[in-house]
């Protein structure tokens, strides 16, 4: 049975994913040139169709949605359930068949990949990886897409992090968050530290009513949004689970 998604969850999809893929696009790792314009929309909070076709441009991110999308009954790889999914972590990750991701990762990276190296990455579907954004930073994105450059710290940048907000400032917050360390050759989340992050772009921004106390989701040092307990429990559970699975074979 397909569930369709109705206009609210359009809207809310199509600005939540801007949310996440606006910084990585801004910085050029992804996406197509057409970064005032996406802000601009899902600043708005309006879904178009040319929206539609610029996110479509994003490659990495757009068959872990589909994957999601399709293994829930879903039409819409941008529902807002399948964009918190891919990004945050939700129960949709579940109900994906790992043959599902096995394939695609198989089918996406063959030319890329050693078979050795496809391999270990394809086995991580049979092993417990979902379709969620850490478990392509960790394992595929660190194999198949990095160009140089210092791998501990661009993994730590890629991934969704999160942060609680000890200090509002003009365009930054700052706030108190974990980093991505290795310790005796695996894989941890350090202990808290202060950091900065940007909050607005233009004047634009997504997390306006961000207060001290509150936690927000970061990407490439941006604030992605505000997010409550349970997301952010959320994202942590998975992002300790594809950590756990990148180690080993890291």
Request: overall charge neutral; hydrophobic content about 40%.
């Amino acid at each position: 049975m397909t569930l369709a998604a109705g206009p609210a969850r359009s809207i809310a999809g199509t600005t939540r994913f801007v949310r996440y893929a606006f910084m990585p696009n801004r910085l050029r790792y992804c996406g197509g040139d057409d970064n005032s314009t996406i802000l601009e929309y899902a600043t708005a909070g309006v879904r178009e169709p040319p929206l539609v076709g610029m996110l479509r441009k994003f490659t990495g991110a757009l068959p872990y949605l589909a994957l999601i999308a399709r293994g829930n009954g879903i039409a819409d790889p941008f529902d807002e359930r399948v964009v918190e999914a891919y990004w945050l972590g939700n129960e949709l990750l579940e109900r994906v068949e790992a043959r599902e991701l096995y394939d695609s990762l198989r089918d996406r990276y063959r030319t890329q990949l050693s078979a050795k190296v496809m391999d270990s990455v394809a086995g991580k579907a049979p092993a417990g990886a979902r379709p969620h954004h850490s478990f392509h930073v960790f394992d595929v994105w660190r194999h198949a897409d990095r160009t140089g450059g210092d791998v501990l710290a661009m993994l730590d940048s890629c991934r969704i992090s999160w942060g609680v907000v000890r200090a509002v400032e003009a365009g930054e917050l700052v706030v108190e968050r974990s980093h991505i360390e290795l310790r005796a050759g695996r894989l941890e989340l350090g202990e808290p530290r202060s950091d900065r992050v940007t909050r607005l772009v233009q004047g634009k921004g997504f997390a306006n009513e961000a207060h001290p106390g509150d936690v927000v989701s970061i990407h490439w040092d941006w604030v992605c949004e505000t997010i409550d307990e349970p997301r952010r429990a959320a994202l942590e559970r998975y992002t300790r689970h594809h950590l756990r699975l990148s180690n080993e074979t890291l």
